[in-house]
């Protein structure tokens, strides 16, 4: 009986072979930047300076800046922390779960979502830090011994997210990093520069394509991978946990920690799609990161879409039945009430629009991909600005109901948060390759074992 091994890996189209992979991937880290670069670079830049110039005016003047106020004393810092957190999600998820899962079509996306990761979390973990309003008295957070005999309190939710947000940027960085290293050494074999041949050599640590070396990779990246796929599912479970173990309607439900993990995943995959459709094109990756590999990452953007329209509606399922007038008020008044617009955005972007990835011609197509994924990243801030905003604005006591206004200050931040985390993404792209070169070329044709029948003298 004669296998063909080859349907069961990812299609690396073009016929390339393993030394046109390798300069293909290594080409943009050889040529110098160009004008497009240069403009790209300047725009998230400018991004970035806006967001910093706001950041410090809140840290000199405080921030009665934001537009927080009673009885919404959490505004877009949380919002903005949850939805980075969540961008966050996708590049572990495709990095680890789906190698435990031997999917090897994650081959082709794999580095650049596991540096989209790395970059979310960064952003992410800027926001708990002003949100405390004395980020210089951050420090504290952490439970070490010091003089004032202070101690954290182990039982707030905000102290879990420091651990669990801490534990997986550094489990994600070690996991990018060993993902790294035999890219690192080929660039050091075949640079000519002293410099980048040094830089490369300190990075490989030493790596020389023995089997050696292959084992004990291949049993530490494994090994990685099971460490990275609970924390891909406790992260955002204890990001939840910030809002679901209050007593505050709209709030205290146990469904937020499915809830948020699918939105996590739901939102991290559209933000990788987003990304690798512009950089496949400017790039020539279209024959390693193919059609295929954006499809298939649209029908878990579909499945996880389903699962966040689920959530959804139990949530108001459950308020019904649970038959508490004021947790039926706040969903009421979410769809309903002064911030309808946000809801009915959000329900739109995030279960609506979605529904179209049911349709193959959509899920191939460049354009209609673009809009949707776009709009799936709208969606889930708004609901994130949904689930804490419109949860506080309208408390027990009409006397002390309130309007959530952002500031303009409030919106340079949020812009700040993108300009910093498509600066380091342009970055990445010129000083490391953004294709995995060891395991595109482990999976192209002629690299697999072939079965021809037969007896073998």
Not at 20 to 27: D, N, P, T
Not at 172 to 182: A, D, E, M
Not at 308 to 326: D, L, N
Not at 362 to 371: A, F, H, K, N, Q
């Amino acid at each position: 009986m004669t296998i063909d091994y080859s349907k069961e890996l990812p299609t690396v189209e073009g016929r390339l072979s393993i030394s046109q992979i390798e300069e293909l991937v290594a080409k943009p880290l050889d040529s110098k930047p160009d004008k497009k670069f240069f403009m790209a670079l300047s725009i998230s830049g400018g991004f970035l300076m806006i967001g910093a110039i706001c950041l410090l005016l809140s840290f000199y003047y405080g921030i009665g800046l934001w537009g927080n106020n009673q009885p919404v004393g959490w505004g877009f810092d949380i919002v903005n922390f949850v939805f980075w957190v969540g961008i966050g999600h996708a590049g572990t998820l495709i990095s680890a779960i789906l190698f435990l899962l031997r999917q090897k079509w994650r081959t082709g996306i794999a580095r650049f979502a596991e540096a989209m990761t790395i970059f979310a979390v960064m952003c992410a973990g800027l926001f708990p830090a002003i949100h405390t309003g004395r980020p210089w008295l951050d420090g504290y957070l952490l439970p070490y011994p010091n003089q004032h005999s202070l101690w954290v309190n182990f039982t707030s939710p905000l102290i879990w997210d420091v651990f669990a947000v801490s534990t997986y940027f550094t489990v994600s960085l070690v996991f990018w990093y060993v993902g790294l290293i035999p890219d690192f050494a080929s660039l050091r074999d075949r640079t000519v520069s002293k410099i980048r041949k040094t830089v490369y050599s300190i990075l490989s640590l030493g790596w020389r394509h023995s089997n050696r070396h292959w084992l004990h990779y291949e049993k530490a990246y494994l090994l990685l991978a099971g460490f990275a796929t609970p924390l891909v599912l406790s992260v955002h479970t204890i990001v939840s946990f910030d809002f679901a173990v209050s007593i505050l309607p709209g709030w205290h439900t146990t469904i937020f920690p499915p809830y948020f993990v699918a939105g996590a995943i739901f939102s991290g995959f559209a933000m990788v799609v987003t990304v690798l459709i512009f950089v496949r094109k400017i790039f020539d990756l279209q024959n390693i990161i193919t059609m295929d590999h954006l499809e298939k990452m649209n029908k878990v953007i579909l499945a996880t879409g389903l699962m966040v329209g689920y959530a959804y509606g139990m949530e108001f399922f459950i308020a019904w039945y649970s038959g508490v007038q004021a947790e039926q008020f706040v969903f009421i008044n979410r769809a309903f009430g002064p911030y309808a617009w946000a809801y009915w955005i959000m329900v739109s972007c995030n279960v609506i629009f979605p529904q179209l990835f049911w349709f193959r011609k959509i899920r191939r197509s460049i354009p209609l991909m673009l809009i949707i994924v776009i709009l799936v990243n709208v969606g889930m801030w708004f609901e994130r600005f949904v689930i804490t905003v419109t949860s506080l604005h309208r408390d027990f006591l009409p006397s002390s109901w309130g309007y959530y206004i952002p500031t303009l200050y409030d919106v340079g931040i949020l812009m700040g948060s993108f300009g910093l985390f498509f600066t380091l993404v342009i970055l990445f792209t010129k000083t490391i390759p953004v294709v995995s070169i060891s395991e595109v070329k482990a999976v192209t044709d002629g690299a697999q074992p072939s079965h021809h029948g037969g007896s073998h003298a």
